[in-house]
Every structure is written in C-alpha cells, then in structure tokens.
C-alpha cells in the first residue's frame, strides 16, 4: 500500500472496500457471478496487508452485483492472525441492512477524524 505522506508512519486509515459488478443481462445474477465478485472482493481485501493502523479490525469489504450487495470483515484465526469472511448471505441493496452497515462505517470515519 503506498503512503502519500513525507513522514512514514502516516497513513490513510481504509474503513471500506467497494467491488462494484456490472450484469450483462437484466436476468438476477447467477451463483457464478456471485462467488466470482466475492473472490475479487476477497482478493482486494488481502492486499490490505497486515493487521496495523490501516485497518485494524475495522475494514468492510462490500460486493454489489445489480441490486444485491454481500459484506467481508476481517476475522482472527488461530494459524495466521487475520482472514477475510465470504459472504454466505447477498441482501436486496435497498434493504435496511446495507444503510446499516454503511452508517457504521461513517461512524467509524468520524471517529477516525477525532
């Protein structure tokens, strides 16, 4: 990850990851078109690196896929310090639970600004 800033030990803190997916068709998407987003979320999620002021414990890794959204965060195991989780459930993108989970982030960013 590269550090815009003269001193080093600065960072920019990341709070959120967006992998936006386009449908070729109006049809819902398919399985296929879901796990290959969540692998690319996935992916840009572990290019985060390890766990230290750039993330810590609070990232959200978001996939939209037409109008259904999926949700990562990181999770600790016992053989490599953090993983990712692969979402098991897609939400309607206008469902209450994706203003929910975007308001936590803003809240996190206002911390952030403290």
Known sequence: MAS???????????????EIG?????EAASQNAKNEIQKQLYDYMVLLGDEGERWATNVLGVAILGTEVCFSRPRRNRQNGWTFTNASKWYNLYDGIFVK??????????????
Not at 4 to 18: A, F, N, P, S, V
Not at 22 to 26: A, I, M, V
Not at 101 to 114: L, P, S, Y
């Open 4 to 18: 815009y800033y003269e001193d080093e030990e600065k960072h920019d803190k990341i709070r959120l990851i967006l």
């Open 22 to 26: 386009s449908l070729q068709q109006r």
């Open 101 to 114: 989970e975007i308001d936590k982030v803003a809240e996190m960013c206002r911390k952030d600004e403290d």
